[in-house]
C-alpha cells in the first residue's frame, strides 16, 4: 500500500469533504452488482476539484466505473492476486497487464474502454477531465496537448509516474492545509508532466519563471533516474534541467512540493524497496545501498527508517511474510 507497504487498505472518510466511499459519487452512481465488487476503499478529492485520487481493491475488474465523456483515469497496480493477466482495450488495441506491481494503464471514456479480468486487484487510481490536462499543456509549453492514444494501447512502466502517484496519495491522506494543497497541487502538475513527456511532448517555449514546466522537471528526474546510484549534487541535476542553479533548488520545490535531494532520496528508497522484495535473487543490504546511491550501509538504513518507520531487514521479512503467508490484504 502506498506510504506503508504493511498497513491494510481500510474504509476512510475523503479528502474533500470528508465523508465514506459511500458518498464518492463514482461508487454511489454505479449498480449494485458494481458495488459488490469493492473489497476495501478509500478516496479523495482534491483541493481544487481537478482530480480524484483512490486506493480501492476489488474482486474483479469492470468496465465504465463512473468515467466521464471528457475524463481521463489512470491505474497503478499495487497488488493482484489474480492467478491471469488483466484484459485491457482503450479503443486502441488490446493488450494484457500482467500482474506485475508497479504497471500502470491510461485510458478515458472517450475513447471507449474494456477490463476484463478475476482478481482481487488492489490499485491506486486517479481521475480528472481532460481539460485540465489540456490547460497544464497550454500554459506551460504554449501548444495543444499531444496525442496520447498510445499511452492507451500498452502497459506503462515508469518509476517517477509510480512514484508521484503514491506520493499524491500519501499527501491526500495527510489532510488539505495550504502547505499541503500547495505540495498536492505541484505532485498533480509532475503527473500531468510525466504523461506529457510519455506521450512526447515538445520542448516548452520558454521556461516559467514562477514554477519549473513539466518537462524540465520531467529532465531533472530522468537523470536522476539514469544516475541513481551514483553522486548527484545540484550541478548535475541544474544541468540537466537547463536552469541556473541558483534558481533550480528553489522554483524544483516550489513545483514539486520536495527539495531536490529529498526527492531523489525518495526515488532511492522507492528502488531500495523493489530490491528488497525481490525474493528469487537477494541483495544484501550493502549492494542495495550502493546501487542505489547510499554512501555505505548505515546511511541507507537511517535513511530507510526514517522513510518507512522500519529498518531495511524489517521491511525484507515482512514482505517475505506477506508474500508467504497473506498474498492479498
Same mark, same amino acid.
Given at each position: 500500500?502506498?506510504?506503508?507497504?504493511?498497513?491494510?487498505?481500510?474504509?476512510?472518510?475523503?479528502?474533500?469533504?470528508?465523508?465514506?466511499? =459511500?458518498?464518492?459519487?463514482?461508487?454511489?452512481?454505479?449498480?449494485?452488482?458494481?458495488?459488490?465488487?469493492?473489497? $476495501?476503499? #478509500?478516496?479523495?478529492?482534491?483541493?481544487?476539484?481537478?482530480?480524484?485520487?483512490?486506493?480501492?481493491?476489488?474482486? #474483479?475488474?469492470?468496465?465504465?466505473?463512473?468515467?466521464? =465523456?471528457?475524463?481521463?483515469?489512470?491505474?497503478?497496480?499495487?497488488?493482484?492476486?489474480?492467478?491471469?493477466?488483466?484484459?485491457?482495450?482503450?479503443?486502441?488495441?488490446?493488450?494484457?497487464?500482467?500482474?506485475?506491481?508497479?504497471?500502470?494503464?491510461?485510458?478515458?471514456?472517450?475513447?471507449?474502454?474494456?477490463?476484463?479480468?478475476?482478481?482481487?486487484? =488492489?490499485? @491506486?487510481?486517479?481521475?480528472?477531465?481532460?481539460?485540465?490536462? +489540456? &490547460?497544464?499543456?497550454?500554459?506551460?509549453?504554449? $501548444?495543444? @496537448?499531444?496525442?496520447?492514444?498510445?499511452?492507451? !494501447?500498452?502497459? @506503462?512502466?515508469? &518509476?517517477?509516474?509510480?512514484?508521484?502517484?503514491?506520493?499524491?496519495?500519501? #499527501? !491526500? *491522506?495527510?489532510?488539505?492545509? !495550504?502547505?499541503?494543497?500547495?505540495?498536492?497541487?505541484?505532485?498533480?502538475? !509532475?503527473?500531468?508532466? *510525466?504523461?506529457?513527456?510519455?506521450?512526447?511532448? +515538445? &520542448?516548452?517555449?520558454?521556461?516559467?519563471?514562477?514554477?519549473?514546466?513539466?518537462?524540465?522537471?520531467?529532465?531533472?528526474?530522468?537523470?536522476?533516474?539514469?544516475?541513481?546510484? #551514483?553522486? @548527484?549534487?545540484?550541478?548535475?541535476?541544474?544541468?540537466?534541467?537547463?536552469?541556473?542553479?541558483?534558481?533550480?533548488? *528553489?522554483?524544483?520545490? +516550489?513545483?514539486?512540493?520536495?527539495?531536490?535531494?529529498?526527492?531523489?532520496?525518495?526515488?532511492?528508497?522507492? +528502488?531500495?524497496? =523493489?530490491?528488497?522484495?525481490?525474493?528469487?535473487?537477494?541483495?544484501?543490504?550493502?549492494?542495495?545501498?550502493?546501487?542505489?546511491?547510499?554512501? /555505505?550501509?548505515?546511511?541507507?538504513? /537511517?535513511?530507510?527508517?526514517?522513510?518507512?518507520?522500519?529498518?531495511?531487514?524489517?521491511?525484507?521479512?515482512?514482505?517475505?511474510?506477506?508474500?508467504?503467508?497473506?498474498?492479498?490484504?
Amino acid at each position: 500500500m502506498a506510504g506503508n507497504d504493511n498497513t491494510p487498505v481500510t474504509d476512510k472518510p475523503g479528502g474533500h469533504p470528508s465523508q465514506g466511499v =459511500e458518498g464518492w459519487h463514482r461508487h454511489s452512481s454505479s449498480p449494485g452488482w458494481v458495488k459488490s465488487l469493492f473489497l $476495501e476503499s #478509500e478516496f479523495y478529492v482534491s483541493p481544487r476539484k481537478s482530480f480524484e485520487i483512490a486506493h480501492c481493491a476489488v474482486a #474483479e475488474a469492470f468496465t465504465h466505473f463512473g468515467i466521464g =465523456e471528457h475524463e481521463y483515469f489512470m491505474s497503478l497496480l499495487v497488488r493482484s492476486g489474480a492467478r491471469n493477466p488483466l484484459e485491457v482495450d482503450f479503443g486502441c488495441g488490446r493488450f494484457l497487464r500482467k500482474n506485475h506491481p508497479g504497471d500502470i494503464v491510461f485510458g478515458g471514456y472517450q475513447a471507449g474502454n474494456s477490463l476484463k479480468g478475476v482478481g482481487p486487484f =488492489e490499485s @491506486i487510481g486517479i481521475y480528472f477531465p481532460t481539460n485540465v490536462i +489540456k &490547460e497544464q499543456f497550454t500554459q506551460s509549453t504554449g $501548444e495543444d @496537448i499531444p496525442d496520447l492514444s498510445p499511452l492507451h !494501447s500498452g502497459v @506503462i512502466r515508469d &518509476e517517477p509516474l509510480m512514484f508521484f502517484l503514491t506520493q499524491l496519495l500519501h #499527501e !491526500s *491522506r495527510r489532510g488539505q492545509s !495550504s502547505g499541503h494543497c500547495l505540495v498536492i497541487d505541484g505532485l498533480f502538475q !509532475s503527473i500531468i508532466g *510525466r504523461i506529457a513527456t510519455l506521450g512526447g511532448m +515538445k &520542448e516548452p517555449l520558454s521556461l516559467q519563471h514562477t514554477k519549473l514546466s513539466p518537462r524540465t522537471v520531467s529532465r531533472a528526474i530522468d537523470y536522476m533516474q539514469a544516475h541513481l546510484g #551514483e553522486s @548527484i549534487g545540484l550541478d548535475e541535476l541544474s544541468a540537466a534541467a537547463e536552469v541556473h542553479k541558483g534558481h533550480f533548488a *528553489r522554483l524544483f520545490k +516550489k513545483t514539486v512540493g520536495e527539495t531536490p535531494m529529498r526527492f531523489l532520496s525518495n526515488l532511492r528508497i522507492q +528502488k531500495a524497496k =523493489e530490491l528488497l522484495r525481490n525474493t528469487q535473487s537477494p541483495h544484501t543490504l550493502e549492494e542495495i545501498a550502493r546501487q542505489c546511491g547510499f554512501a /555505505n550501509k548505515s546511511h541507507f538504513s /537511517n535513511e530507510f527508517r526514517r522513510q518507512t518507520g522500519v529498518t531495511p531487514g524489517t521491511f525484507r521479512v515482512s514482505t517475505l511474510t506477506s508474500s508467504a503467508i497473506r498474498p492479498f490484504l
